[in-house]
């Protein structure tokens, strides 16, 4: 399968929001209960913010639309699928990947640990997080999985689906970017100047590509996004830790303590040994086995080429 991309064309969208419902009904995913953000001056756009119930929503400004008078500018606020996904980068417990077939990035929430290391990685401020388990004792994630679940069955996207005036397809990738440029040139020809694909490079290239009627800052995305040089790190660091497991917990708990990029910057989670750390000190914090007694330091030189137990043996 060649790569996958979600087609969003502003100037076709109604804003009916048949997207972010039949996602949350897809999802199985309980409705906000807010007051819509602005009392003051009013706003149409419900709920205001992603959420860890919402994965998706309709953003609603308002545009000068020249002799027309005021036009709305709507937009699709939700994971933009990105090539080479920090969020991915970042996640030290495997629970957001790329799905190998169709490139979307995906997410296993049973495998996620709470850290929310790609929170702060995200250029796009996507992932948010929910309680779940019995108690609702364990945060986990919760953003667009791009419904590979439906794709691997041969459907599109839930959102994508439901979408009565066919702003939103979906296809290979390639075949969306063209649909998109003939769009916008048609779009042009109509007198709207600041038309434009966007998708195609941001950030190394995106996997919705979108067809902004009024340019990109009025449909609510971002001027070329910029990814916090922390990833870039956390890259080069990746295939140290073939090394072993210890190496990671240290260039963590260096980061850390340089404070680069972090929003949580208290305590890593080593998967391996299932030990949350405190990044400053290096100390084990919570054994996650309660057969394990050894300190990370021992755990990070049992690790090490030619210590016993290291990964070269
Ligand atoms: S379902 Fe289609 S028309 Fe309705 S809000 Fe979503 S993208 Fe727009
Ligand atoms: S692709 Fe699926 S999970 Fe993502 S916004 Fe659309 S319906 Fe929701
Ligand atoms: S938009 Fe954010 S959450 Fe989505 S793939 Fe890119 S970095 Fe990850």
């Known amino acids: 399968m060649s790569d996958k991309a979600i087609f969003f064309d502003t100037s076709r969208c109604t804003a009916c929001r048949g997207c972010q419902v039949a996602c949350k009904t897809w999802n199985e995913l309980p409705s906000s209960i807010e007051l819509n953000g602005n009392p003051s001056t009013g706003s149409y756009q419900s709920p205001m913010d992603l959420s860890g119930d919402t994965r998706i929503l309709v953003s609603f400004s308002e545009e000068a639309g020249g002799s027309k008078g005021v036009m709305w500018a709507f937009g699709r606020r939700s994971c933009q699928h990105c090539t080479d996904a920090p969020c991915a980068t970042m996640c030290p417990a495997g629970a957001i990947f790329k799905h190998e077939e169709t490139g979307l990035v995906t997410v296993d929430d049973s495998k996620c640990v709470g850290c929310q290391y790609c929170s702060t990685a995200c250029p ?17 994630i919760n953003k667009c999985t791009g419904c590979v679940d439906r ?40 007198g709207y100047d600041n038309a434009v694909v966007y998708g195609e490079n941001e950030v190394g290239g995106l996997h919705v590509i979108q067809v902004l009627k009024y340019g990109v800052a009025a449909h609510g995305q971002i001027e070329d996004p910029q990814v ?86």
């Open 124 to 140: 796009f401020d996507v992932p948010r997080y929910r309680a779940t388990g019995p108690l609702g004792q364990k945060t986990v």
């Open 151 to 190: 794709i691997e069955q041969g459907r599109a996207p839930a959102c994508v689906s439901t979408c009565q005036p066919e702003a939103l397809k979906f296809g290979d990738r390639d075949e969306m970017i063209a649909l998109a440029k003939e769009r916008v040139e048609v779009l042009k020809g109509r």
């Open 228 to 313: 916090s040089p922390t990833v870039a790190l956390t890259q080069i660091m990746k295939p140290i830790t073939a090394v072993g497991t210890g190496v990671t917990v240290v260039g963590l708990a260096a980061m850390f303590a340089l404070g680069i990029g972090y929003k949580r910057n208290k305590v890593v989670y080593n998967a391996d040994t299932k030990d949350t750390i405190d990044a400053e000190t290096g100390q084990v914090v919570k054994h996650g086995d309660g057969q394990d007694t050894e300190s990370v330091k021992e755990h990070i030189f049992e690790n090490l080429p030619g210590k016993k137990g290291g990964n070269d043996e």
